[in-house]
C-alpha cells in the first residue's frame, strides 16, 4: 500500500532533551516536506527537500533540522525542543514534475508532539 | 504571505444539502488543491485544478477557479455526515513550487 509513515504518533517530551521524529514513503518520490499545524495558523511548511541530499528551509525553519540521505526517509529533528514546538506535525511525499511539485501530496498520519 | 484563506471557518448543514466553502489567495498559481482532514488526521487529497482551468468535477465535488479573482470555491453536493471534516485549499506556487500553501480550512459539520 502506497503510504507516508510517521513515527511516533503521539509524543511527550521536556525542554531540551533532543528528539525525532522519523518519516518514510514507498512511493519513490522526490519530494518531501514537514508542515506543523496550529489551530488557527493552518499548516505551515517547516523544511523541504526536492531530492536526495537537497533540503531548504520552508516558513517556520527555526528550531527544527532535517537530512534526506536515502529518497525515502527525512527524518525531522529537534535538538533542543521548547514549549513552543509543541504542535501536530505532517510529513508529506510527491512525485515531482517540471522541476516542482505539481500534482497532489500525500501526507503522514501526523505526530501530536507536547513538550513541557 | 501566500497562505490561502477559507470562508467560512466553519459551516453546520443538515445532511443532504449541499455545502459550499471559499478559497481565497494572493500570488500567482500553479495549481490549486483542495484537502480533506478528518480530526486531528492526515490530509486527503480530494482534487487539483490547474491553472488554466476553470471548473472540475469529481463525483460529488465541483471545484471552480477564477485566477483573475484570486480564488476558488469547492461544493459537495447532497451531502452525508462522513463528509464532516474539515477543508483546506492549498496554492501551488507558480515559480518553484516546492511547497504548499494551506489556508486556515473550514470545519463543515454535517448534521444526520
Known amino acids: 500500500e502506497a503510504q507516508v509513515t510517521q513515527n511516533p504518533r503521539y509524543l511527550i517530551t521536556v525542554t531540551g532533551k533532543k528528539l525525532t521524529v522519523t518519516c518514510s514513503q514507498n512511493?519513490?518520490?522526490?519530494?518531501m516536506s514537514w508542515y506543523r499545524q496550529d489551530p488557527g495558523l493552518g499548516l505551515r511548511q517547516i523544511y523541504y527537500?526536492?531530492?536526495?541530499?537537497?533540503?531548504d528551509k520552508g516558513d517556520v525553519p527555526e528550531g527544527y533540522k532535517v537530512s534526506r540521505k536515502e529518497k525515502r526517509n527525512f527524518p525531522l529533528i529537534l535538538e533542543s525542543p521548547s514549549p513552543n514546538q509543541t504542535s501536530l506535525y505532517f510529513c508529506a511525499s510527491g512525485p515531482t514534475t517540471a522541476g516542482g511539485l505539481n500534482t497532489e501530496a500525500f501526507f503522514g498520519q501526523g505526530t501530536r508532539l507536547t513538550v513541557v | 504571505s501566500q497562505q490561502g484563506e477559507e470562508d467560512p471557518q466553519a459551516l453546520s448543514i443538515q445532511e443532504g444539502e449541499n455545502a459550499t466553502m471559499n478559497c481565497s489567495y494572493k500570488t500567482s498559481i500553479n495549481n490549486l488543491q483542495w484537502y480533506r482532514q478528518n480530526s486531528g488526521r492526515g490530509l486527503v487529497h480530494l482534487i487539483l485544478?490547474?491553472?488554466?482551468?476553470r471548473e472540475k468535477h469529481s463525483g460529488r465535488l465541483r471545484v471552480t477557479l477564477d485566477t483573475s479573482k484570486k480564488s476558488s470555491s469547492l461544493l459537495i453536493t447532497a451531502s452525508r455526515a462522513a463528509d464532516t471534516a474539515s477543508y483546506f485549499c492549498a496554492t501551488g506556487d507558480q515559480t518553484g513550487a516546492n511547497n504548499l500553501f494551506f489556508g486556515t480550512g473550514t470545519r463543515l459539520t454535517v448534521i444526520p
Open positions: 485544478i490547474r491553472s488554466n482551468e
Open positions: 527537500s526536492m531530492n536526495v541530499e537537497v533540503t
Open positions: 512511493m519513490n518520490h522526490e519530494y
